[in-house]
């Protein structure tokens, strides 16, 4: 550990010292207040890194256990969570995608059919990520594993590279890639890592259970219009020099060519890839659990060797996520059982409410604060940890209707993600790319963002309001 980490990981211990010794209200228990001390330098570690987020996490839950303010069957808890299996299972399942070469082939066939402009290219790109977010849980595989590799060599083709022909095609796809990213996370629970975690803070918090078809069914209309204006808006703002590419289309034939006809492997994903979604669509027809649905879309893939068993325990993303958002599922749990949560809820609530704003008016007030908060955060699973379930108590408090603010707090954790060139997993492979300034990222950025929380706050609530969610 170097002097800078020595010094993060002793500002997050002072953190919780600090919290801990604090005099606190007298509503609040002080076993709660001791929690919440341990739970504040969790998150502060995960923001600040000192040591992996997993060992932080880890951390965390051993203080708690050992100083006595959680059993030890609370402490491990979430490591046995349902959730936490299902993005277990949406990981291997991407592991399937990558190592068969599906996703590849699902890339280079869109390509050829309709990437014959920049602009073409773009919504190219854009339907690739759409098509296989739902079973890619991690966006930085999604990004760095399948279609950063595809877009970068499509750049290099075009004699597009960092420096000063960085505006001829590669800036324009490395920024649509990472809009794309976010708004597909937004779409879909298995999109993201995080976004299982939010559903279940959102089920610990106030007591709201989110399907993946409820998810799904609230997100699909403001996220295909996104999808649809976004890389128009970029084409506009940052348009590439190049704007029309007959050998993109030349490039994807080619390299389709190589693959050959599709592999016994990728029709095995491919089958499994697609029952999997119609059995987490159909949820509440065949009470199917999507956790169970996962477990076996992964049990045929080892039986049919796709993967073997070499690849379940080399899948780090997988293990590390549980690690993480297990030991932060077990806190956020043992804090809202506290009466932690309801109680801050309801001062912040009652604050609000004095103003005299509508629930309407003080629900988007609060997802604004939430969205551009992200400035500060490294991570969205940490931004999700640290004021996911504060919001969505307040929120709630105040009015809003318990499904809706679940959903749309959760939707948007990801919208933000473009803020910033370190907001999510995607960032350092695509910025790192060096196509991009840093002024000119963020600038982007903070219009995209803009926009698409326009769409999703209006014509995303309408929908909302037309499938009952208030």
Known sequence: MDHAQKKKLLMTVL???????????????????HLFAIFAATIAGFILQ?????????????????????????????????????????FLLSRAFIKSGLGNRIAYLIIKAIGKSSLMLGYAITLTDFVISPATPSSTARAGGIIYPIIKSLSSALGSEPGDTARKFGAYIMQIEYQANAITCAMFMTAMAGNPMAVELAAKTIGIEITWGDWALACIVPGLLSLL???????????????????????AVEKLQEMGPLTYLERIVAFVFIGALALWATSSLTHMNATGVGMLAVIILLLTNVLDWKDVLEEKGAWNTMFWMGSLIALAGALAKSGFIKIVANMAGSAIQGTGFSWLAAFILLVLIYVYSHYAFASVSAHIGAMYAAFLSVSVVVGTPPLLAAIAFAALSNIMIPLTHYGGGAAPILYGAGYVSQGKWWQLGFILVTVNLIIWLGIGSAWWHLIGLW
Not at 15 to 33: F, K, M, N, R
Not at 63 to 80: F, K
Not at 235 to 249: D, G, N, T, V
């Open 15 to 33: 953190l919780g010292v600090l919290i801990w010794l604090c005099p606190h209200p007298s509503e609040i228990s002080d076993v709660a207040w």
């Open 50 to 90: 000192p040591i992996p987020i997993g060992a932080v996490a880890f951390a965390g839950v051993t203080i708690a256990s050992l100083t006595g303010v959680i059993s030890v069957s609370t402490a491990i808890s979430g490591y046995g969570n349902s959730t936490i299996w299902l993005i277990i299972c949406a």
């Open 229 to 251: 204006i976004m890389p128009v808006l970029l084409y506009k703002l940052f348009p590439p020099e190049i704007k029309y590419m007959p050998h993109a289309r030349q490039m």
